[in-house]
């Protein structure tokens, strides 16, 4: 560990891992500069007038970098607006259509793409061939790239090499993997993320990454972390112990809140900045065992607004469930909604009109959101009562 084990003395700073620089338009991460807060809009991109005000209000906020997702033809054109009313540090976020880089990297200063849904778009062309595409567009533009690992969106052909219940390798591999590409075309303008909604998993993944490439810089967050009060503990449990070691860049606080509070994650991204630099570490762990809703940050690609009042009302309709050892996730589309449910007892994926519902892997059904409540208390009470019946709790009241 290469930090001075007595924070209390007044000079006590985390020793940085020496990853390169990558520069962000003005940003600079990595190589000692100060980590960066990080947001992104959950604004509509194409309402160009609601976002590019959201990018302000999150700039203001503190945010050195703010993530714009982009899935459309349409989307790319409106992102050509918002960027003639803004000199915020951009990036885009793409998921399925890597080929919209070609538009954006013109406009932004960073492109994320995610490893796992490479896949879904032009199957019949390599995955290397895709990052090749890509590494190009963002070197011919200035851009930077996110190489965005998630824990529910892992490419199958890698996942698949590991037993089930290993989650960290093929993510650790899926990371390897794309760096070791990118080193061979001769791009460094990177960096990478492996997020979890596990604040362990967050703090393991990472140690193992920077373990075996300590030269790349790292943007450090916990994925569908949820509410607050809980998502912002769950962050910090993950997060604090990471910078402490000299671990991570960058950072987001991944939070599920309506538009007017966005600025939230900002404010508690920049508390765990000062606190890690300060040297306050301690903080009251999040415990695994009870419990658990975690849910997807509010974004552009939320379906239906009611998705963040719903993992609210999840919320206060479980809590006579607080003690039982039950994960429930409420994620607000499908981009991500149907592989990150799959690991939680109970799933919820929104749509426009209908919230489809989830045990584990398997569909139970679609749901209107005035009916989703009562059905999914019969599903925690029959998870409840099962396992009173095992002897594991007492049965619901």
Not at 136 to 162: M, W, Y
Not at 377 to 388: F, G, V
């Amino acid at each position: 560990m290469n930090i001075d084990l007595n924070p209390t003395t007044a000079n006590w700073r985390p020793v940085r891992k020496p990853t390169r620089t990558v520069r962000i338009g003005s940003v600079r991460i990595g190589r000692g500069h100060p980590v960066a807060v990080q947001s992104m809009c959950a604004t509509k991109t194409q309402d160009i007038a609601a976002t590019a005000a959201q990018v302000e209000m999150l700039r203001q906020a503190g945010a050195a970098v703010v993530r714009i997702a982009v899935d459309s033809e349409s989307d790319a054109q409106a992102l050509a607006e918002i960027r003639q009313r803004t000199d915020a540090a951009l990036t885009v976020d793409l998921q399925e259509n890597y080929r919209l880089a070609v538009q954006v990297a013109p406009l932004v200063q960073k492109v994320r793409y995610n490893p796992g849904h490479l896949y879904h778009h032009q199957k019949d062309v390599p995955w290397q061939e895709k990052v090749r595409f890509l590494a190009e567009t963002a070197a011919r533009h200035g851009c930077a790239l996110r190489v965005g690992v998630n824990c529910g969106s892992v490419d199958p052909a890698i996942q698949e090499k590991f037993p089930p219940h290993d989650k960290l390798s093929p993510m650790l591999e899926s990371a390897l993997l794309h760096c070791e590409l990118l080193d061979r075309l001769g791009f460094d303008q990177y960096c990478v993320s492996l997020k979890d909604s596990d604040p362990a998993k967050v703090v393991e993944i990472n140690r193992r990454f920077s373990a075996q490439r300590p030269d790349v810089p790292l943007h450090l967050g916990v994925t569908e972390a949820g509410m607050p009060p809980e998502g912002i503990l769950k962050t910090r449990t993950a997060l604090l112990p990471l910078l402490a070691e000299g671990i991570g860049d960058t950072l987001r606080v991944s939070l599920t809140l309506p538009n007017s509070r966005k600025h939230e994650e900002v404010a508690a991204g920049l508390e765990i900045v000062r606190d890690a630099a300060a040297g306050r570490i301690t903080v009251e762990p999040w415990t695994p065992g009870r419990l658990n809703i975690i849910s997807c940050p509010s974004c552009s690609r939320v379906e239906n607004a009611a998705f963040v009042e719903l993992a609210e009302q999840v919320r206060e309709m479980t809590r006579y469930a607080a003690e039982a050892d039950v994960t429930i996730a409420v994620m607000g589309c499908r981009v991500n909604g149907p592989g990150e449910t799959d690991s939680a007892d109970l799933g919820l994926w929104c749509g426009p009109r209908y919230v489809n519902l989830k045990r584990g892997s398997e569909t139970v059904g679609s749901f209107s959101y005035e009916e989703i409540l009562p059905r999914l208390k019969r599903e925690l009470d029959a998870i409840l009562a099962r396992r009173a019946a095992e002897g594991c709790l007492r049965p619901p009241t």
